[in-house]
């Protein structure tokens, strides 16, 4: 069974500043998914990588397979930003996901 | 090209009701997934299905909850004698090849069971 950790669990920050949010898993995966879910419930996948590093916008994703790790950046956080922000890393038994970490940008 | 559909969006149960959860995949997609997010918990895994076949279903309680995808028409997860416990959001996302494609995310079905 994969565990997966994501830190931080909340974070509140100021607009503008540079976001990082971290995801580790457990056991050995073929790719991950970075998820954007907002206050209505509404779920956004971001990313899925399986090496290095992706960027949409000001989304930054990278992944390090050998540390089982990965990370999802924001540069120039506005509140629009504000979600939970899901990790789920893919195994043989499929996606499992992170318990979300709760961001919010204040203006 | 429209997203994942799901309805309905909001959907309330009396205990021992059947409840009825709606997902059409985007167009060209074969593969279906249920989700379930209880309230202040992550998404857990339910099932896997393609055109008229359950691949896994590994995350499926045993008893009440069964899931199809025929080959007409929308996928559906059904749940039998709802109880209070079944109170969450359920989630459907497609995708267009097997597991190691992107999954697109519907907008999720909020079941209220009173």
């Known amino acids: 069974k994969n565990e997966v950790e994501q830190s931080p669990q909340n974070l509140t920050a100021q607009e503008g500043e540079f976001i990082t949010i971290n995801c580790s898993y457990s056991?050995?995966?073929?790719?991950l998914h970075w998820l954007q879910q907002h206050p209505g419930g509404g779920i956004v996948s971001l990313f899925m990588?399986?090496?290095g590093k992706k960027k949409h916008g000001r989304l930054i994703a990278t992944i390090n397979i050998q540390e089982k790790h990965s990370s999802l950046h924001i540069t120039a956080s506005h509140p629009r930003d504000s979600a939970v922000y899901i990790c789920a890393p893919r195994g043989a038994d499929g996606l499992t996901f992170g318990k979300g970490t709760h961001l919010i940008i204040q203006p | 090209n429209a997203g994942v559909m799901q309805n309905p969006r909001h959907l309330v149960r009396r205990r021992g009701q059947e409840a009825r959860l709606r997902c059409s995949p985007m167009?060209?997609?074969?593969?279906v997934y249920w989700y379930r997010q209880l309230p202040e918990e992550g998404l857990k895994f339910m099932v896997y299905l393609q055109k008229e076949n359950i691949i896994d279903e590994s995350g499926m309680p045993k008893e009440r909850f069964s899931a199809e995808f025929p080959k007409e028409g929308p996928s559906i997860l059904r749940i039998q004698q709802v109880v209070r416990g079944d109170s969450a959001a359920y989630f459907c996302?497609?995708?267009?090849?097997?597991?190691?494609?992107?999954?697109?995310f519907g907008p999720g079905t909020r079941l209220t069971v009173l």
């Open positions: 996302a497609s995708s267009p090849l097997a597991v190691a494609d992107t999954q697109y």
């Open positions: 990588l399986s090496s």
């Open positions: 167009k060209g997609h074969s593969h």
């Open positions: 056991v050995g995966i073929s790719a």
